[in-house]
């Protein structure tokens, strides 16, 4: 079935410097989905990459989905201390908004003040 | 606010007991909602998807009976698990998407979580 694999696992970084989680699936995907989740909370919608080699900003927060819509990567530049938490891809098969999302395994972040 | 909440947050139950947990999608009608259950430091595994007015799509592996579901209404989802044991301890997390046609991304919203711990 369909996977969806994220490294690292873990990362330890010093306040200040860059970040980068990557999410590879085994299947060509419809549209990749980022999710953030704080230390004892739920995870958090952060955004929907739908087209071939999108690149997507959020203030600090890089977002690409690969032209063959199989890989993505989120990367943070000049981390805080309030970046902390687990990163999760989630990966959607099928068309549209319609099929099943398909986590990955996330990435840790800590940040070292 | 919560979009989507979650009840209880945490239960601690003795094993051989039910547990119902309840989520509501608080600002819109939710046809479909997910059941996931999350162990320590690791991602998210998809139960089953809740279908309003019908029965419940259970992932491979996720059994049933042990694990009922009840999408009554277009805003409650419920899951019960049934007989708990310690193995059962984890912690489940609900989400719920806005219906088709509407400006959305697909995103899910999820619940707050509830932390399950059988003695």
């Known amino acids: 079935g369909q996977q969806v694999m994220q490294i690292p696992q873990y990362q330890h970084v010093q306040e200040g410097e860059d970040f980068t989680t990557y999410c590879n699936s085994s299947?060509?995907?419809?549209?990749i989905q980022w999710y953030k989740q704080r230390p004892g909370g739920h995870p958090v919608f952060l955004i929907q990459?739908?087209?071939?080699?999108e690149v997507k900003k959020q203030k600090r927060l890089t977002f690409q989905f690969g032209e063959a819509k199989k890989n993505s990567s989120l990367h943070i530049t000049a981390t805080q201390t309030t970046d902390v938490g687990t990163y999760f891809c989630?990966?959607?098969?099928?068309?549209?908004?319609?099929?099943?999302?398909?986590f990955g395994q996330g990435t840790t972040l800590q940040v070292k003040p | 606010g919560a979009v989507v909440s979650q009840h209880p947050s945490r239960v601690i139950c003795k094993s051989g007991t039910s547990v119902k947990i309840e989520c509501r999608s608080l600002?819109?009608?939710?046809?479909?909602m997910f059941w996931y259950r999350q162990f320590p430091k690791q991602s998210l595994m998809l139960m089953a998807t809740?279908?309003?007015?019908?029965?419940?799509?259970?992932e491979q592996g996720v059994e049933k009976d042990k694990f009922l579901i009840n999408h009554a209404s277009l805003t409650l989802s419920t899951l019960t698990v049934t007989s708990a044991h310690p193995e059962d301890s984890s912690f489940y997390i609900c989400?719920?998407?806005?219906?088709?046609?509407?400006?959305?991304?697909?995103?899910?919203?999820f619940g707050e979580g509830s932390r399950l711990t059988v003695l």
């Open positions: 989400s719920a998407r806005r219906p088709a046609g509407d400006l959305n991304t697909g995103e899910l919203f």
């Open positions: 299947t060509t995907l419809s549209n």
């Open positions: 990459l739908v087209k071939s080699g």
């Open positions: 989630a990966g959607r098969a099928g068309s549209g908004n319609t099929g099943k999302l398909i």
């Open positions: 600002d819109f009608q939710a046809t479909t």
């Open positions: 809740s279908n309003e007015g019908s029965k419940a799509t259970y």
